[in-house]
């Protein structure tokens, strides 16, 4: 395997890795969104936080929400951008916000406990209500070919959708999500709401990542359940489609709206280590392309930890040693 052999602080749950001014920084799940750092991408130190004090907005439309959830990452037009879930366990009223800043490295000499010297909130990009069929949770962005932003985000209900972004980082008033993953069969799982209701059908797919290469998209999602320690049945899987919009097919010709997805990483994979998900993608300067995502340690007592390998190629697909 190709795993690399981490060290320091590698306690994570949804880690996305950037790099600036040659520091590798980790954001991840977790009180204010917390942020490592890397000077050689194997040992970590944990360097401070976005937020001290949640933006006011959250808890007001967003009632009981506290940490944030599943941080994405991105550069564009001369600033960082942070997309991040405000969510509360099994419901559907959620929201992603996005806060940005020039320069992390600034932000994390000059404004190490999250004091919004350096971040601005810049508010919500999108909610869910209780009637909708989706969450919004668990954004990725991602750049298609013809130079556009697209929005990934959903979990379980009614599965994984896409919306396109102005240039200002921001939905596009009056479009409406497009579904493109689903665990089970997307007949099946429109119009759902509640995942927690044991009469209805759950849908578990969450933590889509899409990273185009060579000429395709390629999805990458979390089937099945996290946050559940060593009994965590997570797995990550992928498909791909020449569209950023699908349709998305795995190696066997499966769509994944119907349920497709070929195995990437599962927990069989690990002698001690279950439920691998909730992964991102992050390409270092020398053109390696890594798979982030966390694990739970079966030895620590299901701790959920950092894991980073290489992602290898053949034949038009991703694959792992």
Not at 143 to 166: A, H, Q, R
Request: glycine share 10%; proline share 6%; hydrophobic share 35%.
């Amino acid at each position: 395997m190709s795993l690399l052999n981490l060290t320091g602080f590698t306690y994570t749950h949804d880690p996305t890795i950037v790099k600036e001014n040659g520091i590798y920084y980790r954001f991840q799940t977790g009180p204010g969104l917390p942020i490592l750092t890397s000077k050689d991408l194997i040992h970590w130190d944990l360097a401070g936080r976005i937020f001290n004090k949640n933006p006011d907005w959250t808890s007001k439309k967003i009632p009981g929400s506290k940490d944030f959830w599943a941080p994405e990452v991105v550069y564009r037009k001369g600033q960082w951008r942070v997309y991040y879930s405000v969510s509360t366990f099994g419901k559907n009223i959620s929201s992603i916000g996005l806060v940005t800043c020039d320069s992390i490295t600034r932000a994390i000499n000059e404004d190490p406990g999250g004091t919004e010297i350096v971040w601005q909130d810049r508010g919500p990009v999108i909610f869910s209500k209780e009637e909708d069929d989706y969450n919004a949770i668990d954004p990725a962005v991602f750049t298609d070919f013809d130079n556009k932003d697209w929005l990934l985000f959903g979990s379980f209900w009614s599965g994984l959708l896409m919306l396109e972004l102005n240039e200002e980082g921001f939905i596009i008033e009056g479009s409406k999500p497009k579904n493109i993953a689903s665990r089970i069969p997307y007949s099946s799982a429109k119009g759902k709401k509640n995942f927690g209701n044991p009469s209805i059908q759950p849908n578990p797919i969450e933590g889509g990542f899409i990273f185009p290469y060579q000429g395709y998209y390629y999805l990458f999602a979390s089937h099945d359940f996290c946050c559940r320690g060593s009994a965590s049945s997570y797995h990550i899987v992928c498909g791909r489609s020449k569209n950023p919009q699908g349709k998305y097919l795995d190696f066997d010709g499966i769509d994944m709206l119907q349920g497709g997805g070929s195995l990437l990483r599962d927990g069989f994979s690990f002698e001690s280590w279950a439920g691998p998900g909730h992964n991102s993608i992050f390409t270092d300067d020398d053109g390696k392309t890594y798979l982030v995502y966390h694990a739970y340690d079966r030895l620590d007592n299901g701790k959920a930890k950092l894991m980073i390998e290489e992602i290898l190629w053949k034949d038009g697909w991703p694959y792992l040693e």
